[in-house]
C-alpha cells in the first residue's frame, strides 16, 4: 500500500526558516517524480515545487523561488521541504504527493500545517 | 500560466439527484492532461479522474468525466451520502501545474 506521511509543519516567526519532511513507502520511491503542493486553509491547493528521481531537476511556482527548496534522500525513502525566510503568506498546509510522469498526483501524505505568524 | 475555471462555486443537491461540475481552461489542454480531484473536510484530496475521462483505481463507476480542449465536466450520477465534498480540477500538461478554485457539492 503506497503510504506518504508528512512532517514537520509549526507555527514560526516571519523570516523564519523550517523544514518538512515526507516519509514513503509501499512504492519504488527512486523511480517516481514527488511533489509539494499547499493550501491556504478554506482555500483552494497550489503547487510549490517538484523534483524528478535522482533529484537533479527542480522545479518551482515563482513566488518561493529563491526561498524554499525541495530536496529527497533515496537512501531514506524521503522527500524534503526546506522553508527559509518564510512570509505570513507561506502560511498552509503543505502535502507531498506522488507525481508520475504524464499523470496527476496520484498519492497524497495527510498534510502538515505550516502557520507563519508573530 | 494555465488558468481553469469551475463553475459553479457551489452546488446544493440531495442525496441521489446528478450532479454536473464544469471546468474550463484559458487555453487548450487537449484531453489527456486533466484531471478532477474530490476533498472532504480535513483530508487531502484524492485523485478520482486523469486523462480527463478515466477513473482512479478503486473509484466507483457513478464518477465520469468527459471533455476536451477547453471544456471538461465531472458528472456525479447519483450522489451518495459520502460524495458531498470540494471538487478540483487540475491540468498536468503544462508547469506550472494549476488547480480551479474549486466547486463544493453541499446537502440541500
Known amino acids: 500500500e503506497v503510504q506518504l506521511v508528512d512532517s514537520g509543519g509549526g507555527l514560526v516567526q516571519p523570516g523564519g526558516s523550517l523544514r518538512l519532511s515526507c516519509a514513503a513507502s509501499?512504492?519504488?520511491?527512486?523511480?517516481?517524480?514527488m511533489a509539494w503542493v499547499r493550501q491556504v486553509p478554506g482555500k483552494g491547493l497550489e503547487w510549490v515545487a517538484n523534483?524528478?528521481?535522482?533529484?537533479?531537476?527542480?522545479y518551482y511556482v515563482d513566488s518561493v523561488k529563491g526561498r524554499l527548496t525541495i530536496s529527497r534522500d533515496n537512501a531514506k525513502n524521503s522527500l524534503y521541504l526546506q522553508m527559509n525566510s518564510l512570509r505570513v503568506d507561506d502560511t498552509a498546509v503543505y502535502y507531498c504527493?506522488?507525481?508520475?510522469?504524464?499523470?496527476?498526483?496520484?498519492?497524497w501524505g495527510q498534510g502538515t500545517l505550516v502557520t507563519v505568524s508573530s | 500560466e494555465i488558468v481553469l475555471t469551475q463553475s459553479p462555486g457551489t452546488l446544493s443537491l440531495s442525496p441521489g439527484e446528478r450532479a454536473t461540475l464544469s471546468c474550463r481552461a484559458s487555453?487548450?489542454?487537449?484531453?489527456?492532461?486533466l484531471a478532477w480531484y474530490q476533498q472532504k473536510p480535513g483530508q487531502a484530496p484524492r485523485l478520482l479522474i486523469y486523462?480527463?475521462?478515466s477513473r482512479a483505481t478503486g473509484i466507483p463507476d457513478r464518477f465520469s468525466g468527459s471533455g476536451s480542449e477547453t471544456d471538461f465536466s465531472l458528472t456525479i450520477s447519483r450522489l451518495e451520502p459520502e460524495d458531498f465534498a470540494v471538487y478540483y480540477c487540475?491540468?498536468?500538461?503544462?508547469?506550472?501545474?494549476?488547480f480551479g478554485q474549486g466547486t463544493k457539492v453541499e446537502i440541500k
Open positions: 504527493a506522488r507525481d508520475p510522469e504524464r499523470l496527476p498526483f496520484d498519492y
Open positions: 509501499g512504492f519504488t520511491f527512486n523511480t517516481y517524480w
Open positions: 523534483i524528478n528521481q535522482d533529484g537533479s531537476e527542480k
Open positions: 487555453q487548450s489542454i487537449s484531453s489527456r492532461y
Open positions: 486523462g480527463a475521462s
Open positions: 487540475q491540468q498536468y500538461i503544462r508547469s506550472p501545474r494549476t
